[in-house]
């Protein structure tokens, strides 16, 4: 089944970016809806970004909307996250997360079968 790693977190200071990849191995890539979520301790793991299979829609939080953006490179296998003029609230540990069928919207984790480790982003 498919398999999923993050990679590309890191600190940074407030204003500044990163770009977050999440390597998805054993199977395509455009049979599967992506989302980005993310967690900090005690709170619920919040949906940020989706992009439907085969990348064809797109949605955000709002909490990251006109800072962040989803994208895929077929041919690499991987989607990524660009985030910018990051804040010290968007600390959290990033996860990528698959579900092979074609989804609109960023759905409540529960509706995602496949996530990788997470990759950690801090802030300051």
């Known amino acids: 089944h498919v398999q999923l790693v993050e990679s590309g977190g890191g600190s940074v200071q407030a204003g500044g970016s990163l770009r977050l990849s999440c390597a998805v191995s054993?199977?395509?890539?455009?049979?599967?809806?992506l989302a980005w979520f993310r967690r900090t301790p005690g709170k619920e793991r919040e949906g940020l970004a989706s992009n439907s299979a085969a990348g064809g829609l797109t949605d955000y939080a709002d909490s990251v909307k006109g800072r962040f953006t989803i994208s895929q490179d077929k041919a690499k296998n991987t989607m990524s996250l660009q985030m910018n003029s990051l804040k010290p609230e968007d600390t959290a540990m990033y996860y990528c997360?698959?579900?092979?069928?074609?989804?609109?919207?960023?759905?409540?984790?529960?509706?995602?079968?496949?996530w990788g480790p997470g990759t950690q982003v801090t802030v300051s």
């Open positions: 997360a698959a579900r092979r069928a074609w989804l609109v919207g960023i759905l409540g984790p529960e509706q995602y079968p496949y």
């Open positions: 054993g199977d395509t890539l455009s049979a599967y809806s």
